[in-house]
């Protein structure tokens, strides 16, 4: 009786390629070899492989040449038959291999391929030896007993809220260090041996060796647990080993990396691999910068030789080969870049689809969504989000509840730039608006975001423009720092005109034409007392002057220095606005210009922005820029020390 020594591979029911018998003169040398009363030539828990009908075994003895046994699926008993013209001495050694191959005419040794490209839910067979059995004079039967060559991974695939559903379309075992996976292989039979209970195999000689195996099933899907009953099992035939490297899934959206590092795989073993897509790098959306290419440029130069004011007001990095001819209604460098979403199967009917982009996987926290009407479109641009972060996505079509697909990607950038619902290109659109977010003070904490914003007016924003404010960037209060009455709509950008319809309470009306207004008490005082009021109620504050320069400039360089900005990233946020077409006439400003505004430097003896900042005291609260202006709105403003602190607390996080 052939008893089963093999460790088991699960149920595949699929075979090598057979090769043709030649036809065998039988003599009275006939012997039989039973296979175990089940059918499995291995069995590993509920999984089996199963020999079939025509399966062929090769069979050496002694110094002849290799012949094929067939298997007998007919018999009872299952029986391997094997013939041979060649009378066998006592003591003869017979061995053998599986699956047979008529190439192998070598008693001593066989080549074995382990396939580097498997292919459905099975794979070819797996390699095999038979531990060598001795013949004993008038037997006509024996037992050979088999191991396994290779080791079976059992890979398990799933998602639980994000990626189930999708269809795999490949597995890829790829070894960066441990030797070879697949390819061919020659195997010295001489050298298998049987000692005590267990078969003893030598290694296995390369001469075909490859470092990558590819699983193509023939339909399979992400399940929403590894445990899940209906978790399709896809199984791939490795060498063993010990290797370090990176299984790649492929599905019909996106390619998954899992890095692996000293994993043993045995020999005649299985080893399940859970492969969760949420937990690993999903390349369907990848990373994506989100500074256009000239903020990119201004701020290469900033981080390479940071500003060291206020001693070198000789020099800029916002030079004319940034800034220069670079504003236009097509290229707005004001903008932020977009991130690119996009979808394989065009809308069919009149039905819109919608890209929803969250905060979490779970896809709980909805951070903003756009919608694409037009059905031949496969893509949408997703503008305004927030730097270094990750986010998750779905595209809904219609008014299904099955997504076109899902997925995952990370954004990256040093500043947030607002893209207002494509506003138009000029000084009335809420334009020029970027994020206070981001910026780091001298402490180590970073400005949160989404809490102050600066920008050019909005006396001709559109309807669908004045969402993005009120219903994104949540807007709840307008600084408006323009000189004039209160104006109505149209009436003139610098009339106090309430855009957003926030009310007397929520949008200022103070005008402010001069120096002399930016530094008088009762103004700034109600300024700030409304900006430090609005963010601790929650609300969006967004500051703008005309096109959002100098007295915004100022403004706003007062508020980051109170945070504890340094006072060279306040030139870095002031010089910014030259990237804006809203900025009249196109003129630049830099911290090299004409000193004729509002945020620095001396003027007929007059004391202005940055420079009268450090012309003050810092008073008890020390001597540093951030001392200087809290000192100056503690105790010539009169705002209460416990507001610039609560201000201070709500508006900054530590990093992480």
Request: hydrophobic share 35%; proline share 4%.
């Amino acid at each position: 009786m052939l008893m089963a020594a093999i460790a088991a591979i699960p149920a595949f029911h699929s075979c090598a390629e057979k090769e043709p018998v030649a036809p065998v003169e039988q003599t009275e040398y006939t012997y039989r070899f039973e296979l175990a009363d089940s059918e499995t030539r291995a069995t590993l828990g509920e999984e089996g492989v199963f020999w079939e009908s025509g399966d062929q075994v090769g069979v050496f003895m002694g110094s002849a040449a290799s012949v094929a046994a067939i298997v007998n699926m007919s018999s009872t008993p299952k029986t391997i038959d094997l013939s041979t013209e060649t009378p066998l001495a006592e003591g003869t050694a017979i061995h053998a291999y599986y699956p047979f191959q008529g190439s192998n005419t070598d008693v001593t040794a066989v080549d074995v391929v382990f396939p580097s490209t498997q292919q459905g839910g099975s794979v070819s067979a797996m390699p095999m030896a038979g531990v060598p059995t001795e013949f004993h004079e008038g037997a006509t039967n024996g037992s050979i007993f088999f191991l396994n060559l290779g080791s079976i991974l059992d890979f398990r695939v799933f998602s639980s809220t994000l990626y189930h559903g999708e269809q795999i379309q490949s597995i890829t075992f790829s070894a960066s260090a441990g030797g070879y996976l697949s390819g061919v292989a020659t195997l010295d039979l001489t050298g298998v041996s049987r000692t005590g209970d267990g078969p003893q195999v030598p290694d296995l000689g390369w001469s075909n060796g490859k470092t990558s195996v590819t699983l193509k099933p023939q339909a399979a899907t992400v399940a929403e647990s590894k445990d899940a009953a209906a978790v399709d099992h896809l199984y791939m035939v490795i060498a063993p080993g010990t290797y370090s490297g990176a299984f790649e899934v492929v599905t019909n959206v996106a390619t998954y990396s899992f890095s692996i590092s000293n994993i043993t795989f045995n020999r005649n073993g299985l080893k399940r691999v859970n492969l969760d897509l949420e937990k690993e790098s999903a390349m369907r959306g990848g990373v994506f910068s989100i500074e256009n290419d000239k903020m990119k440029a201004y701020l290469d130069k900033v981080d390479a030789n940071p500003y060291n004011p206020p001693t070198d007001y000789d020099m800029t990095h916002m030079t004319e080969d940034i800034y220069g001819g670079n504003q236009s209604t097509t290229n707005r460098t004001d903008w932020p870049k977009p991130v690119p979403v996009s979808w394989t199967n065009p809308t069919s009917g009149n039905t819109t689809k919608v890209v929803y982009v969250y905060n979490d996987a779970a896809m709980t926290d909805l951070e903003l969504s756009v919608s694409v009407s037009n059905k031949s479109v496969t893509s949408a641009d997703v503008y305004n989000l927030i730097p270094n972060r990750t986010y998750y996505y779905k595209v809904i079509n219609g008014d299904s509840t099955v997504p076109v697909t899902k997925g995952v990607f990370s954004t990256t950038g040093r500043r947030r730039m607002i893209n207002v619902c494509n506003s138009q290109y000029g000084k009335m659109y809420a334009n020029n608006c970027r994020d206070f977010g981001g910026q780091v003070t001298q402490d180590g904490r970073m400005i949160k975001y989404g809490k102050l914003f600066r920008g050019s007016n909005m006396d001709k924003t559109t309807d669908a423009q004045k969402q993005v404010l009120l219903n994104y960037m949540h807007i709840g209060l307008d600084v408006d720092l323009r000189f004039g009455y209160y104006g109505t709509a149209g009436a003139g950008e610098n009339r106090l005109y309430d855009a957003l319809h926030l009310g007397t309470e929520w949008h200022t009306s103070r005008s402010f034409n001069s120096w002399s207004d930016l530094t008088n008490t009762e103004k700034m005082e109600q300024i700030l007392s409304k900006v430090f009021s609005a963010v601790e109620l929650n609300k969006g504050v967004y500051i703008h002057c005309k096109v959002g320069a100098d007295r915004t400039g100022y403004v706003c360089m007062l508020l980051e220095a109170i945070l504890g900005v340094e006072q060279g990233w306040c030139d870095v946020d002031y010089e910014l606005t030259s990237l804006s077409g809203a900025v009249d006439s196109g003129k630049p400003r830099i911290r090299t210009g004409s000193p004729v505004n509002y945020y620095y430097r001396t003027v007929d003896n007059e004391l202005r922005g940055v420079d009268f900042i450090y012309s003050l005291s810092g008073g008890s609260y020390g001597n540093t820029f951030q001392a200087k202006a809290v000192n100056y709105v503690v105790n010539t403003l009169g705002v209460p020390y416990e507001k610039v602190q609560a201000f201070q607390n709500n508006m900054l996080e530590n990093l992480n």
